[in-house]
C-alpha cells in the first residue's frame, strides 16, 4: 500500500523508496518531483520562482479506486494505483500520461513487457541516471525546447540533445498541440526523443525529478502560464530597437569611429555597434586594451553624441596570466575538471570562471563596472556563454553547485544574471544583454539569444527561421541571428550578396536588426592574429561588412529597411510590451494567433512579427515570387503590392530582390 497525505494543499505518495511531492505552481500548473532518495529535496527550483498556493486547488483520495488526485485550475493530475501519473483539463480531456508497459496495470496498456514510467538507474558511488517516459499521441504536435539547427518547427520525431553548445541553447520546455506546456525543469545533461512511440526524457545523472506541467485553452495562455512562474523579460530598452553594426572585429577606436561617423554622415540611423572579442589587454582582464583603445570615454562620448550606443563584448574565460585568475583561482570561482586539464590554448592558456558561483559572479562585474559600465557601457555581449571548452566535455567539469552531468546546461542562465544583478544595483531597469546561450528563465534577467556563429548558406537561412521561433515559443521572447551569417561568406562575392539581402530583409523582422559576420578574405590575408604594439596576440579585423561594402544597389535595398524598421519603432515597442507584461513571444508562429486554423499549425518558414505583421522570408537563391499561407478569419494585405486578401488561402507573393513578402492584417494601424 502507498502512503498518502494530501493535508498540506500538496499531493504526497510514497511507495517503498519511491517519493512524489505534486504542488500547484502558478496558474492552471503543477510542479512534479520524485525521488528515490532519503527525502525529496524542495529547496532548489531552478528555472522556476517561488510560488505561493493556489486559491483554486482541491485534493480527493477516491479509496474505492485506489487514485488519489490534485486539481489547481485547469489541470489536474491522478496517481493511479500502481503509481501511474496523468494529467487532465477542465474538460476531463487527457493531456499526457506516463508510459507504462506492466503486467500488473489493468487497463488497455496491460502487457508483460515490464516498462516502467520513471527509472532510476543507480550511479554506482553517486545519484541517478534518469529515464522518463510519457504517452506519444497520433494528433499531437510539439514546440520549442530551444535553439537548434534543424528545418523542423514541429518538433515531433526528433531526438534533441540536452546540452549547450554554440548555435544550440537548450530550453527544456514544450507547448503541446493538445494543450498543455511542459518544463523538465532538471539542467542535467541528456537528452529528449519526442517519437511516435512514446516520448522519453534522460537526465545523465540527477538527485531526482522535476518537471512542470500546465494547461491552456491556447498556446498564448499556455504561454502566460509559463512565463509567470519562470519570469518575464524586463521592457527593452527605447535606445536599441533600431538597427545594429558588427564585424568580426573592429580592431581600434579609430576604426570603429570611422564607421560610426560615415553612418552619421549618410543620415543613416545606428542604434548600436559593437566592439567584439579581443579589444581586451588579456582574456579575464575586462577591459580596454589602451594601445589600440587609447581614450575609451571620448569615444563613448562622441557616439553617444551621434545617436549610437556602443555595446562591448566580454568572455568567461580567465588567462593564468591576467590580472584577476589568482583571486578567481583562491575563492574556488574557476571551472574545474574532474579529470585531466581543462584549460585551453586558444591566444593565451585560459580556463573559464565559474558563473555558477556567486563571489565569481560578483567579481566579474566588479570588474565590468570599473572598466566599462563606469564609463558608459552599458550594453554587454555576453559571449561564449555555454561555455565552449576546447572538447565541450561538460560531464567533466566540476561547476560550484554541482558536478557538469547534473548542472551544465544552467550555466548561461548564472551568466546573464551576474550582470543582470550587477546593472539592476547600479540603477538600471531595462536590462538588454547579448548572449551566446540561454536556458529556461534566462528572459528574466535580460538575455538576447543569437544563434551563434552559423554559416554564411541558404540552408542556415532557412533553419534560422525555426530556430528563433522554436526559441520564442520556449519562453525567450528575443532572438536575434548573424546577418549573412558569421562563417563563410566573401565580401566580394556577388553570389553572397544574394543571400546577404535574404538574410538582411529577414533580419528587419526580427526582435533586433543586427549585422555581423566574420567576412572574407581575412585582412591581412594571413592575419588571423597578429600582435600588437604591447606584444600581446590578437585577431586581425576581417573583411568588411558594413551596408557601404556590397555595392551600390545593396546599399539601396539596406537603407530602405533600416528606415522601414526607424519607422516601425512605435508597433515594435508595442510588441515589446507585450512580452514584457504578459510573456508574449516577438516571434509568433501561425498557430500561436490562429489556433482554430488547422493549417497553421502545419506552416514552418512564416511567422507572425507582433500581432499584425506576417512575415514569409525568402531561403532560395534566384527566388523572385514566393508562396504564402495566410491564416483563416482576418483580411491581410500585401505591403509590396497592396493587394488584398481574404485569409485560409495560399497565395503567390511578389518577391523581387528588394522585398521580402510582408503581410499586414487588415483594420490594423500598421504602416510600412
Known amino acids: ?253 579609430d576604426e570603429l569611429l570611422t564607421v560610426a561617423r560615415r553612418y552619421k554622415e549618410m543620415g543613416v540611423p545606428l542604434d548600436v555597434i559593437v566592439i567584439d572579442f579581443f579589444h581586451w589587454t588579456k582574456q579575464g582582464d575586462w577591459k580596454f586594451d589602451p594601445v589600440c583603445w587609447p581614450d575609451p570615454d571620448a569615444m563613448i562620448k562622441e557616439l553617444n553624441e551621434m545617436g549610437t550606443k556602443l555595446m562591448v563584448s566580454v568572455w568567461p574565460t580567465v588567462d593564468v596570466d591576467s590580472e584577476n585568475h589568482r583571486e578567481l583561482a583562491q575563492m574556488g570561482g574557476l571551472i574545474e575538471p574532474d579529470h585531466g586539464n581543462l584549460y585551453s590554448t586558444f591566444m593565451g592558456y585560459t580556463t573559464y570562471f565559474d558563473a555558477t558561483h556567486p563571489d565569481a559572479r560578483a567579481l566579474v562585474w566588479k570588474k565590468s563596472k570599473e572598466n566599462y559600465f563606469d564609463r558608459g557601457v552599458d550594453l554587454f555581449w555576453l559571449d561564449e556563454a555555454e561555455p565552449e571548452t576546447a572538447s565541450n566535455d561538460m560531464e567533466n567539469v566540476r561547476y560550484h553547485i554541482g558536478p557538469g552531468a547534473q548542472v551544465a546546461n544552467i550555466y548561461p542562465f548564472f551568466y546573464a544574471k551576474g550582470y543582470y544583478d550587477g546593472m539592476t544595483q547600479a540603477g538600471m531597469d531595462k536590462v538588454l544583454n547579448l548572449v551566446r546561450c540561454c536556458w529556461a528563465g534566462s528572459q528574466r534577467y535580460g538575455a538576447l539569444l543569437w544563434s551563434g556563429d552559423v554559416c554564411s548558406s541558404w540552408r542556415t537561412l532557412r533553419e534560422q527561421i525555426c530556430a528563433g521561433l522554436s526559441a520564442s515559443v520556449s519562453g525567450i521572447p528575443w532572438w536575434t541571428c548573424d546577418i549573412g551569417g558569421f562563417i563563410g561568406g566573401y565580401t566580394d562575392d556577388p553570389k553572397f550578396h544574394e543571400l546577404f539581402i535574404r538574410w538582411f530583409e529577414f533580419g528587419a523582422f526580427l526582435p533586433i536588426f543586427r549585422l555581423h559576420g566574420e567576412r572574407l578574405p581575412h585582412w591581412p590575408c594571413d592575419g588571423m592574429r597578429y600582435k600588437a604594439e604591447n606584444g600581446d596576440p590578437q585577431f586581425g579585423t576581417g573583411a568588411a561588412n558594413e551596408i557601404w561594402s556590397y555595392g551600390e544597389e545593396n546599399l539601396e535595398i539596406c537603407k530602405k529597411y533600416i528606415f522601414q524598421r526607424k519607422k516601425l519603432k512605435p508597433y515594435i515597442t508595442k510588441t515589446m510590451e507585450e512580452a514584457h507584461e504578459k510573456g508574449t513571444p516577438v516571434l509568433r508562429p501561425l498557430f500561436y494567433a490562429f489556433p482554430e486554423d488547422k493549417q497553421a499549425w502545419e506552416v514552418e518558414d512564416t511567422y507572425l512579427f507582433g500581432g499584425d505583421i506576417l512575415v514569409s522570408p525568402v531561403y532560395e537563391a534566384g527566388a523572385v515570387t514566393k508562396r504564402v499561407y495566410l491564416p483563416a478569419g482576418e483580411k491581410w494585405r500585401e505591403q509590396a503590392t497592396g493587394k488584398r486578401y481574404e485569409g485560409g488561402q495560399w497565395v503567390t507573393a511578389d518577391a523581387p530582390l528588394d522585398v521580402i513578402p510582408v503581410f499586414v492584417r487588415e483594420g490594423s494601424d500598421v504602416e510600412l
Not at 502487457?111 to 517516459?133: C, E, H, M, S
Open 1 to 253: 500500500m502507498a502512503i498518502i497525505d494530501i493535508s498540506k494543499g500538496a499531493l504526497y505518495w510514497q511507495r517503498g523508496r519511491e517519493k512524489i511531492l505534486i504542488e500547484p505552481w502558478g496558474k492552471d500548473s503543477l510542479r512534479v518531483r520524485v525521488s528515490c532518495n532519503s527525502s525529496i529535496d524542495t529547496q532548489e527550483n531552478w528555472a522556476l520562482l517561488p510560488q505561493e498556493p493556489g486559491d483554486e486547488v482541491s485534493l480527493k483520495n477516491d479509496e474505492a479506486e485506489g487514485a488519489v488526485s490534485i486539481t489547481n485550475g485547469k489541470i489536474t493530475a491522478t496517481i493511479e494505483r500502481h503509481g501511474y501519473l496523468g494529467f487532465t483539463n477542465q474538460k476531463g480531456e487527457e493531456l499526457v500520461r506516463e508510459y507504462w508497459r506492466n503486467r500488473m496495470d489493468l487497463t488497455q496498456y496491460s502487457v508483460p513487457l515490464n516498462y516502467k514510467a520513471r527509472q532510476f538507474k543507480p550511479i554506482i558511488g553517486g545519484d541517478w541516471k534518469l529515464t522518463a517516459y510519457f504517452e506519444a499521441y497520433d494528433d499531437e504536435k510539439l514546440y520549442g525546447l530551444g535553439q537548434y539547427q534543424e528545418k523542423q518547427l514541429d518538433r515531433k520525431g526528433l531526438t534533441l540533445e540536452l546540452a549547450q553548445r554554440n548555435s544550440q541553447a537548450s530550453i527544456p520546455f514544450m507547448i503541446s498541440s493538445r494543450g498543455y506546456g511542459f518544463l523538465w525543469n532538471n539542467p542535467a545533461l541528456g537528452r529528449v526523443t519526442l517519437g511516435l512511440n512514446r516520448t522519453e526524457w534522460v537526465a545523465d545523472s540527477t538527485r531526482q525529478m522535476d518537471y512542470w506541467v500546465t494547461a491552456g485553452d491556447t498556446p498564448a495562455d499556455i504561454e502566460e502560464n509559463y512565463s509567470a512562474v519562470t519570469g518575464r523579460v524586463p521592457m527593452m530598452r527605447d535606445d536599441v530597437m533600431g538597427f545594429w553594426q558588427c564585424k568580426l572585429r573592429y580592431r581600434t577606436q
